[in-house]
């Protein structure tokens, strides 16, 4: 107030207004001076950085790629890689029964196909039926029902829709495509006993391959391997139990056809 005063009298002799930190609700600006201000990122620091960020994602996305077509080949039956051990008299036999197999199935598609087609000649020489035809003796065979209670005299005859109408185009390709996608369906995985056999032999099969593989990976890396860490070996230690594995798993393979043909 004796500042104010002195400046609206000015009074020279006044004293110098001073600000005491202490004493002033309100922080006073030298806190600014004391802020800690960030590096200065360049240019060449900021691409540095979005390339890094970029291989990390490649990365990760080829990690994942690589994991699901790990997942995808465990799901699906594998099959080991036949080398000259087997016998080759064997090997024809099995070789023939399955052409043999096939030319029964193909003759049996060819005859059903061919019934099918005589079916779709058959019904294509059929006459188209006429519903005026059938609306006209239904007008001149029909009579009024009898009066009742609810009706009353009614003299207006009913009107009878046709008996069989002609098949469509479209009907027809249906059924002959459903017809063929079932003979196909017999065909690739049997029908009856024949087909409940196949599955049987495939299942058993796949596991008998499985515990191939699983006793060659305990026998080699002394465990069973997780998915990607065969991946993640480095050469030529790779290859080198990667072909081992496929060698005791074959000897497994060859041990168990010679003691069922035995």
Same mark, same amino acid.
């Given at each position: !107030?004796?500042?104010?005063?002195?400046?609206?009298?000015?009074?020279? %002799? &006044?004293?110098? &207004?001073?600000?005491?930190?202490?004493?002033?609700?309100?922080?006073?600006?030298?806190?600014?001076?004391?802020?800690?201000?960030?590096? *200065?990122?360049?240019?060449?620091?900021?691409?540095?950085? *979005?390339?890094?960020?970029?291989?990390?994602?490649?990365?990760?996305? %080829?990690?994942?790629?690589?994991?699901?077509?790990?997942?995808?080949?465990?799901?699906?039956?594998?099959?080991?890689?036949?080398?000259?051990?087997?016998? #080759?008299?064997?090997?024809?036999?099995?070789?023939?029964?399955?052409?043999?197999?096939?030319?029964?199935?193909?003759?049996?598609?060819? %005859?059903?196909?061919?019934?099918?087609?005589?079916?779709?000649?058959?019904?294509?020489?059929?006459?188209?039926?006429?519903?005026?035809?059938?609306?006209?003796?239904?007008?001149?065979?029909?009579?009024?029902?009898?009066?009742?209670?609810?009706?009353?005299?009614?003299?207006?005859?009913?009107?009878?829709?046709?008996?069989?109408? !002609?098949?469509?185009?479209?009907?027809?390709?249906?059924?002959? !495509?459903?017809?063929?996608?079932?003979?196909?369906? %017999?065909?690739?995985?049997?029908?009856? *006993?024949?087909?409940?056999?196949?599955?049987?032999?495939?299942?058993?099969?796949?596991?008998?391959?499985?515990? #191939?593989?699983?006793? &060659?990976?305990?026998?080699?890396?002394?465990?069973?391997?997780?998915?990607?860490?065969?991946?993640?070996?480095?050469?030529?230690?790779?290859?080198?139990?990667?072909? *081992?594995?496929?060698?005791?798993?074959?000897?497994?393979?060859?041990?168990?056809?010679?003691?069922?043909?035995?």
């Amino acid at each position: !107030m004796n500042v104010l005063h002195a400046e609206l009298n000015q009074d020279d %002799k &006044a004293a110098i &207004a001073t600000i005491d930190p202490t004493k002033v609700g309100e922080r006073t600006w030298n806190h600014w001076n004391n802020a800690i201000i960030p590096e *200065r990122i360049s240019v060449q620091q900021k691409q540095e950085a *979005r390339e890094a960020r970029q291989a990390e994602r490649e990365r990760l996305l %080829k990690l994942r790629k690589q994991q699901e077509i790990q997942a995808r080949l465990q799901e699906q039956p594998r099959f080991p890689v036949r080398d000259g051990s087997v016998p #080759d008299d064997a090997l024809a036999q099995e070789l023939a029964e399955e052409r043999r197999r096939h030319e029964a199935h193909n003759l049996s598609y060819q %005859k059903e196909l061919k019934a099918l087609r005589q079916e779709i000649q058959e019904l294509k020489g059929e006459p188209a039926p006429n519903d005026r035809s059938y609306s006209v003796q239904s007008y001149e065979r029909l009579t009024a029902p009898p009066p009742s209670r609810t009706s009353g005299n009614s003299i207006l005859p009913v009107e009878v829709a046709p008996a069989k109408s !002609m098949p469509t185009a479209t009907n027809i390709l249906l059924d002959v !495509m459903s017809a063929v996608a079932d003979k196909f369906r %017999k065909v690739a995985h049997g029908e009856g *006993r024949e087909g409940e056999k196949l599955r049987d032999a495939t299942k058993q099969y796949i596991q008998e391959h499985e515990e #191939d593989d699983r006793q &060659a990976q305990l026998k080699i890396f002394g465990k069973e391997l997780k998915v990607g860490e065969f991946e993640s070996l480095k050469e030529p230690e790779k290859t080198r139990k990667g072909e *081992r594995v496929k060698q005791i798993s074959n000897k497994r393979f060859e041990d168990r056809w010679a003691a069922k043909n035995a």
